[in-house]
T-cell receptor, first 113, second 115 residues
Framework: KNQVEQSPQSLIILEGKNCTLQCNYTVSPFSNLRWYKQDTGRGPVSLTI?????NTKSNGRYTATLDADTKQSSLHITASQLSDSASYICVVSPLYGNNRLAFGKGNQVVVIP | DAGITQSPRYKITETGRQVTLMCHQTWSHSYMFWYRQDLGHGLRLIYYSAAADITDKGEVPDGYVVSRSKTENFPLTLESATRSQTSVYFCASSGHSDRKEETQYFGPGTRLLVL
């Protein structure tokens, strides 16, 4: 069973609109939760990292939230741009052994003009 | 500042051949990782290395061999390629996994097709 589930699998949004991506996880205990952005044909790039004690972290137009009690995280994209078209991957790091990260399958976002 | 690089970027090979994918990082990071990414799956860890001459298996190590004689290099070898190893392979590195906010930096990937 996948320890990190993301929804929706894919979505299309109009340029300038906001969207929210969801991540549910079962990894416990965990050290931190990360969101990565992966452009087509490239490697993932880190957007945010939150420890278990943090509940929000921003990086420009990207805002990640974390609810450790319900084991849910979200990534909110504000005023989307064409360059936001990418896959967004939720990654959870177990408290013991950061080497074995648990990866979600990603949310595929397409921004259209 | 090259960061982390992978070579080749694209590779086509035949079943049964040996293939080596290269990974090089310029940050002197202690940890290095190999992942594969396939449709319908998240990134899956193949092998990782905590330092030179220290390697360990990940989630899907079968059919792969790694070595780390130098801190900056972490080659991945497919000893006898199979069609199921057709995938996109990503190398990553991080400074120190004991730090809670340590991030992994990914290379651009190698797209491997096994015929």
């Amino acid at each position: 069973k996948n320890q990190v589930e993301q929804s929706p699998q894919s979505l299309i949004i109009l340029e300038g609109k906001n969207c929210t991506l969801q991540c549910n996880y079962t990894v416990s205990p965990f050290s931190n939760l990360r969101w990565y952005k992966q452009d087509t044909g490239r490697g993932p790039v880190s957007l945010t990292i939150m420890t278990f004690s943090e509940n929000t972290k921003s990086n420009g137009r990207y805002t990640a939230t974390l609810d450790a009690d319900t084991k849910q995280s979200s990534l909110h994209i504000t005023a989307s741009q064409l360059s936001d078209s990418a896959s967004y991957i939720c990654v959870v790091s177990p408290l013991y052994g950061n080497n074995r990260l648990a990866f979600g399958k990603g949310n595929q976002v397409v921004v259209i003009p | 500042d090259a960061g982390i690089t992978q070579s080749p970027r694209y590779k086509i090979t035949e079943t049964g051949r040996q293939v080596t994918l290269m990974c090089h990082q310029t940050w002197s990071h202690s940890y290095m990782f190999w992942y594969r990414q396939d449709l319908g799956h998240g990134l899956r860890l193949i092998y990782y290395s905590a330092a030179a001459d220290i390697t360990d298996k990940g989630e899907v190590p079968d059919g792969y061999v790694v070595s780390r004689s130098k801190t900056e290099n972490f080659p991945l070898t497919l000893e006898s390629a199979t069609r199921s190893q057709t995938s996109v392979y990503f190398c990553a590195s991080s400074g120190h996994s004991d730090r809670k906010e340590e991030t992994q930096y990914f290379g651009p990937g190698t797209r491997l097709l096994v015929l």
